[in-house]
């Protein structure tokens, strides 16, 4: 079976910092792209960003630029996201989910086929 799971959310500060990581298991990890979504209350997944585990590219939202850094340790097949500068619109369910990576639109939260639990950062002002 192929299992996501997240973990890391929390509640913290305007300016702190979390780090969320995802483990993955029963998929070729190298084959696949691993983006974090998130989602807040009453709106859509938004996605935050995303590893090509197969050549490492990334990608970030406009919105966490500069703040945030995705990583992947293929040893583990964990992916992790560092998240500097939090910003109370920040909140929401992080979500992380797996998709082979065709060089399709990264944040389209429906080309990703398998999803983990999701887990919460509440960031307070």
């Known amino acids: 079976d192929v299992r996501l799971v997240e973990s890391g959310g929390g509640l913290a500060q305007a300016g702190g910092s979390l780090t969320l990581s995802c483990v993955v298991s029963?998929?070729?990890?190298?084959?696949?792209?691993v983006g974090w979504f998130r989602q807040a209350p009453g709106k859509e997944h938004e996605g935050v960003s995303c590893?090509?585990?197969?050549?490492?590219?990334?990608h970030y939202a406009d919105s966490v630029k500069g703040r945030f850094t995705i990583s992947s340790d293929n040893a583990k097949n964990t992916v992790y996201l560092q998240m500097n500068s939090l910003k109370p619109e920040d909140t929401g369910t992080y979500f992380c989910?797996?998709?082979?990576?065709?060089?399709?639109?990264?944040?389209?939260?429906?080309?990703?086929?398998?999803w983990g639990q999701g887990t919460q950062v509440t960031v307070s002002s």
């Open positions: 590893i090509v585990n197969e050549d490492g590219s990334t």
């Open positions: 989910a797996a998709t082979i990576w065709l060089g399709t639109t990264w944040d389209n939260s429906y080309e990703y086929g398998y």
């Open positions: 029963g998929i070729t990890f190298h084959d696949y792209a």
